[in-house]
Nanobody, 116 residues
Framework: QVQVVESGGGLVQAGGSLRLSCVVS????????MGWYRQAPGKQRELVAV???????NYADSVKGRFTISRTNAKNTLYLQMNSLKPEDTAAYYC??????????WGRGTQVTVSS
């Protein structure tokens, strides 16, 4: 069993920044993909950013140029740096790791609230 724990959420004013962290209970060196998703009340969960094992990244159009996904293998940690936050970024943010093809583990999420 793999544990995934997110942290770093909070309340921030529009234009502010937050950095989310996702700690995985095993080495992430061999993990296929790692990503961040978010879900706002009444909406479906959506992809925010993903990073492949090879380091390629992909972002939702709504966050391109504002959010950056990164990882520190030695700490088994994935990050999401969020700058220029907008009220529409308000959501619960979840970390997902694909340990082998089609096998995913999710964290419980961390809440991000952006006030206008």
């Amino acid at each position: 069993q793999v544990q995934v724990v997110e942290s770093g959420g909070g309340l921030v004013q529009a234009g502010g920044s937050l950095r989310l962290s996702c700690v995985v209970s095993r080495s992430i060196l061999s993990i296929n993909d790692m990503g961040w998703y978010r879900q706002a009340p009444g909406k479906q969960r959506e992809l925010v950013a993903v990073m492949t094992n090879g380091g390629r990244t992909n972002y939702a159009d709504s966050v391109k140029g504002r959010f950056t996904i990164s990882r520190t293998n030695a700490k088994n940690t994935l990050y999401l740096q969020m700058n220029s936050l907008k009220p529409e970024d308000t959501a619960a943010y979840y970390c997902s790791v694909e340990t082998s093809p089609h096998v995913y583990y999710w964290g419980r999420g961390t809440q991000v609230t952006v006030s206008s």
